[in-house]
C-alpha cells in the first residue's frame, strides 16, 4: 500500500464547475500538507500549504485536511480551462526530516 | 529571478554511458533534492541535501550519486545508466525541507 493514494484521473469537467480533488494518507505522523499544479511539461509550483488540520482559502481554492480520517481535498470553484493540470498532493512529518511524499496525481481537464 | 534551472532538458543516451544532470538555484536555499516521475507513480525522491557536504539517500537512490559542494549546484550523477532509469526528473529547492519546494523545469532523459 501506498503511503500516499491519489486517483489518477482524468477528471473532465465543464468550465464553471466546482472541483473536487482528494488525497488520503496512511501514517498519522504527516503534520503539513500541500498542493501543487503541474501544467504540461513544467515542474510543480506549490499552490497551497496547510499545517495539520482544518481550512485554508486563496481565492477561488480551498484546501481541507481532515486528520482524523487520514484525508486531505483541494476544491476549485468557478472552474477555468487554464486549471487544467496535473495536481499533485504532498505531505510531510518532521519525524522523517522533513521529506515530501507526493501522491501519484490527479489529471483535471476543464472543457470550455 | 528566482528559480531553479536544469540542464540538459533533454537527453538521449546509451547504456553505460556516465552522464550529468546539473541543477542550481539562486536563492540562497539549505535544502535541495532530486526526483523522478514516472507515470502511476508521481514524484519519487531520489536524493536529497540539508546543506552543502550533507547528502543523504531518497527513496529510490539505487544507481545514482549526487554532490553538494556548493550552496547553489546539486548535480546528479549517472554513472552507468540503465533503461529502467529513463524517466522525467526534477530538481527543487526549499528553505527546510517541508516548506514550499521550487522546482526546476525537468530533464527528460531516454536510456537506450
Known amino acids: 500500500q501506498k503511503e500516499v493514494e491519489q486517483d489518477p484521473g482524468p477528471l473532465s469537467v465543464p468550465e464553471g464547475a466546482i472541483v473536487s480533488l482528494n488525497c488520503t494518507y496512511s501514517n498519522s505522523a504527516f503534520q503539513y500538507f500541500m498542493w501543487y499544479r503541474q501544467y504540461s511539461r513544467k515542474g510543480p509550483e506549490l499552490l497551497m500549504y496547510t499545517y495539520s488540520s482544518g481550512n485554508k482559502e486563496d481565492g477561488r481554492f480551498t484546501a481541507q485536511v481532515d486528520k482524523s480520517s487520514k484525508y486531505i481535498s483541494l476544491f476549485i470553484r468557478d472552474s477555468q480551462p487554464s486549471d487544467s493540470a496535473t495536481y499533485l498532493c504532498?505531505?510531510?512529518?518532521?519525524?522523517?526530516?522533513?521529506?515530501?511524499?507526493f501522491g501519484a496525481g490527479t489529471i483535471l481537464r476543464v472543457k470550455s | 529571478e528566482a528559480q531553479v534551472t536544469q540542464n540538459p532538458r533533454y537527453l538521449i543516451t546509451v547504456t553505460g554511458k556516465k552522464l550529468t544532470v546539473t541543477c542550481s538555484q539562486n536563492?540562497?536555499?539549505?535544502?535541495m533534492s532530486w526526483y523522478r516521475q514516472d507515470p502511476g507513480l508521481g514524484l519519487r525522491q531520489i536524493y536529497y541535501?540539508?546543506?552543502?557536504?550533507?547528502?543523504d539517500k531518497g527513496d529510490v537512490p539505487e544507481g545514482y550519486k549526487v554532490s553538494r559542494k556548493e550552496k547553489r549546484n546539486f548535480p546528479l550523477i549517472l554513472e552507468s545508466p540503465s533503461p529502467n532509469q529513463t524517466s522525467l526528473y526534477f530538481c527543487a529547492s526549499s528553505l527546510y525541507g517541508r516548506d514550499e519546494q521550487y522546482f526546476g523545469p525537468g530533464t527528460r532523459l531516454t536510456v537506450t
Open positions: 541535501s540539508m546543506n552543502v557536504e550533507v547528502t
Open positions: 536563492m540562497n536555499h539549505e535544502y
Open positions: 504532498a505531505m510531510s512529518a518532521p519525524e522523517y526530516g522533513n521529506k515530501l511524499v
